[in-house]
C-alpha cells in the first residue's frame, strides 16, 4: 500500500475495512465514510479533498500552540536522536523528566500553603485517572483508613474510556457498555445552571445547592467510607459546562469538613485553556491532585499525568515503600522533551496571559453575540472554551425534541462550512487555539453565524 498514491475513496475503504475508531458508528462510517485529514497549520487542518478547515477544537481541546510548531518537532527530533526512550523504574530516570517535573511543580501555584512538588507520568488523560485512583487508595491505606474506598465523581463528567476512568465519569451511555461503574465509585449531580436550576433560582443560590449533592452523598455514604471526589474545573466534553462562581468554594468547605481527597481533572482545563497554567487557580480550591494530559504537548505526542499536592506526597514516599504501580512510558524522554519546547513556546509567547487579558475577554465579547440568534437559548465562555444552547424556543428556551439530533444537524453545516465545532447533544462548543488572533475569532464567528443560519433554514422547512 503506497499511501501517497492513495486517494480520498481508497483511503476510506481501508479506513472501513481495517481502522476500529473510538466513539465512532462503524456503520454511518461505512456509508459515508471517514473525513481524511492530510495536514495543518496554525489553527486550519486540510482533508484530502483540498478543503481548508478552521479547527475550533484544537483536535480533541489539546494543539492549544497551534498546528506546525516546529520547535516541537525538532525537539522531538533532537531527543530522539540523544535518548529516544528509557523506563524510569527501578532508580533510573532521564534528563527531560527531571526537568519537566520541576518545571511543572514551578508551574503550579501554592494554595492554602498546599503545594505540588511532585508529578506522577503517564501517557494519557484515562492512564492519570486510574493512577489517581490507585494513589487514593493507597494513601488511605497508609494513613490507616482502608475502609476510606470511595470515589465520588459527577454525572456528566468525562474522566476517560478505561475501567477505572470511564467509571469516574458519569457518561451513562458509557456505563451501559461495559457494566461500568467498578466497584466503589458513585455519581452526583453536576452544577449545570441552564438545565437544572429551579425556576427563578439565582445563580449564585443554584451553585450552592449543587455542591450540596456532594455534601448530601457523602452523609449518605458516611463519611469515613469516602476516599476522594473527582471534577472537571469546568466540565469539557459534557458540554462545556461553567460552574457558577460559588461552586467551588462550596465544594472546598464540603471536602475539607469531611478531610477527603479532592481530585482536579484538568486534562482539558489546564495549560492555559481557563488563563491559568492550572485551573484551580481560576476558582481558588486547593485539590490534593491534579490530572493534566493533551495540551502539555499541545498534543504533539502523548503525554499525561499526576500532579501530586504534599499532602498525599508525603505519605507515600515517606511511609509508602515502593508504590507497585506504573507505566512503560511513565517519564517518556521524547515527550517530556516536547512538553518542555511546548512550555517554553507558551512562556515565550504568552499564550496563558494573552487567554486571561486580551484573547478571552474578546471571544467573551464576540461569542456573546451570538446569543441573539433566533436558535440561541444561551452563549457562555469561560478562558478559551465556549458552549452555546440550541433551542426551539428562544423565550421560554424549550429545547428541541431530542430525536431531530439538531445539534448533529448544526454540525454537518460546520463542515459543509470549514469549520470543526463539536456537538454534545443540543448544545455546540468550541476550544480553539491559544494562538488565535482577533481577526481569527472574527472569522471564527462569522463561520458560527453562517452554520446557525443555514441550521435554521433546514429545521424550520
Ligand atoms: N479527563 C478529561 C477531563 C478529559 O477531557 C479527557 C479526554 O478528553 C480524559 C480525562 C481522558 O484523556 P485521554 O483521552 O488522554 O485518555
Known amino acids: ?75 522531538a527530533h533532537a531527543q530522539m536522536m540523544t535518548l529516544p526512550f528509557y523506563n524510569s523504574f527501578f532508580q533510573t530516570t532521564n534528563v527531560p523528566a527531571v526537568k519537566l517535573a520541576a518545571k511543572l511543580a514551578s508551574l503550579a501555584p501554592a494554595v492554602g500553603g498546599r503545594s505540588f512538588q511532585h508529578v506522577f507520568y503517564s501517557s494519557s488523560g484515562s492512564e492519570s485517572n486510574d493512577s489517581n485512583v490507585r494513589m487514593v487508595r493507597r494513601y488511605w491505606d497508609l494513613m490507616g483508613q482502608p475502609q476510606r474506598k470511595i470515589i465520588i465523581g459527577r454525572h456528566n463528567g468525562y474522566h476517560g474510556s478505561t475501567m477505572a476512568g470511564a467509571s469516574l465519569g458519569g457518561m451513562s451511555g458509557m456505563h451501559a457498555q461495559g457494566d461500568l461503574p467498578i466497584p466503589n465509585i458513585t455519581h452526583v449531580e453536576q452544577p449545570y445552571f441552564f438545565e437544572n436550576a429551579l425556576p427563578g433560582e439565582s445563580e449564585a443560590d443554584f451553585g450552592v445547592r449543587a455542591a450540596g449533592f456532594l455534601e448530601a452523598k457523602i452523609l449518605e455514604l458516611g463519611a469515613d467510607k469516602v476516599a476522594a471526589f473527582i471534577a472537571e474545573p469546568v466540565q469539557g466534553a459534557g458540554g462545556v459546562i461553567i460552574p457558577p462562581a460559588t461552586y467551588w468554594p462550596e465544594i472546598q468547605r464540603i471536602v475539607d469538613k469531611y478531610g477527603i481527597l479532592l481530585i482536579s481533572d484538568e486534562v482539558i482545563c489546564a495549560f492555559g485553556r481557563l488563563g491559568h497554567w492550572f485551573a484551580y487557580e481560576k476558582f481558588g480550591y486547593r485539590p490534593d491532585l491534579v490530572t493534566f494530559a493533551k495540551a502539555v504537548t499541545s498534543g504533539y505526542v502523548p503525554l499525561g499525568g499526576v500532579m501530586v499536592g504534599d499532602r498525599v506526597a508525603k505519605v507515600l ?46 471571544l467573551a465579547k464576540r461569542f456573546a453575540e451570538l ?73 471564527m464567528i462569522d463561520l458560527i453565524k453562517r452554520c446557525l443560519d443555514a441550521t435554521l433554514e433546514e429545521v424550520r422547512a
Open 317 to 362: 514516599i515517606e511511609q509508602g515503600g515502593e508504590f507497585n504501580h506504573g507505566y512503560t512510558y511513565s517519564g517518556h524522554p521524547v515527550a517530556c522533551a516536547v512538553a518542555l519546547a511546548n512550555i517554553e513556546l507558551m512562556e515565550r509567547e504568552n499564550l496563558v496571559g494573552r487567554v486571561k487579558d486580551d484573547i478571552g475577554p474578546y
Open 371 to 443: 446569543a441573539d440568534h433566533p436558535l440561541v437559548g444561551v452563549a457562555e465562555t469561560c478562558g478559551f472554551v465556549a458552549g452555546l444552547v440550541l433551542v426551539k424556543d428562544k423565550v421560554t428556551k424549550t429545547a428541541f425534541d431530542p430525536n431531530l439530533a439538531v445539534g448533529m444537524v448544526c454540525r454537518k453545516h460546520c463542515f459543509g462550512n470549514g469549520l470543526i465545532m463539536r456537538a454534545v447533544g443540543d448544545r455546540m462548543i468550541i476550544a480553539p487555539p491559544l494562538v488565535m488572533t482577533h481577526a481569527q475569532i472574527d472569522e
Open 1 to 75: 500500500v503506497k499511501s501517497e498514491h492513495l486517494n480520498t475513496r481508497e483511503i476510506q475503504s481501508l479506513d472501513s475495512a481495517h481502522f476500529l475508531h473510538p466513539f465512532t458508528d462503524h456503520g454511518d462510517l461505512a456509508t459515508r465514510g471517514a473525513r481524511v485529514i492530510t495536514h495543518a497549520d496554525n489553527i486550519y487542518v486540510w482533508d484530502s479533498e483540498g478543503n481548508k478547515i478552521l479547527d475550533a477544537m484544537s483536535g480533541l481541546w489539546c494543539v492549544n500552540a497551534g498546528y506546525g510548531r516546529k520547535e516541537l518537532a525538532d525537539a
